[in-house]
């Protein structure tokens, strides 16, 4: 199934060949999500293993996967009033800020946010077409999926630590290096050497994702690198159809 929202860096076009790369099913118990945005690779498969664990550090983005688990119908009808609109989209930007909003409401705003925003920047309007009520709709469908999924809001090494065991595999898609004012979340330069030194001691295994640069190869020189590469979705070359490639990394442990 697909994720119900878009994200930035979100694995959509890569998540095939990510699943290719996990170990044969019923090797683990434990899968993680330590970064888990829009969870692209969680929702490619029906459950990947006895435990699941989705985390982000971005509070209004848990909120809303927290809301659509436990309270899909509350959401759907506070979302009744959704459409494509201008006013509405900056409406529910200043309005996120507001004290006192219940996390429904608080989610409802950041859904239009999501779904309204240019490239899920979450701040400036993009002007297309979109089936609200199919995304409305769908919410009950992602609620059922992540009725087995524990929803954390913790930082990398923490998420890391607490899940670690023989049988644990996580999945890692951070911020990607040189691109991390991209992000709401508070990723600085140097939390990819911490999540480097992490990851060189954990007991279970570890599917990466990260860009194609020497900075990155040298860092983990020594695991098994894969080189991918994908259409850029928000480029074309010229104002034309073409899209160019981005080239990207898969790293891990085993």
Known sequence: MNSFISWVGGKKLLRNKILSLFPEKGTFSYYVEVFGGAG??????????????????????????????????????????????????????????IRGLTD???????????????????????I??????????????????????????????????????????????????????????????????????MLDNIKGKFILSYNDCGYIKELYNGYNITEVDRTHNLVCVGGGSTKPRYKELLIKNF
């Open 40 to 97: 692209w690779v969680l929702f490619a498969s029906g459950r990947h293993a006895e435990t699941e664990v989705y985390n982000d550090t971005n509070g209004n983005l848990v909120n809303l996967f927290k809301c659509v688990k436990y309270h899909s119908e509350a959401l759907q009808k506070e979302l009744d009033f959704i459409l494509i609109s201008r006013e509405q989209f900056f409406d529910a930007k200043e309005q996120i800020e």
């Open 128 to 197: 297309r077409a979109k089936n609200v009520k199919k995304a409305k709709d769908y919410l009950k469908v992602v609620s059922e999926r992540l009725q087995s999924v524990i929803i954390e809001n913790q930082d990398f090494q923490k998420i890391i630590k607490n899940h670690d065991r023989g049988n644990t595999l996580f999945y890692l898609d951070p911020p990607y290096y040189g691109t991390e004012k991209y992000y709401q979340d508070k990723f600085k330069p140097g939390d990819h050497i911490r999540l480097k030194d």
């Open 104 to 126: 429904i409401q608080r989610a409802a705003r950041f859904f239009v946010l999501i779904k309204e925003s240019f490239g899920t920047d979450l701040c400036s309007f993009g």
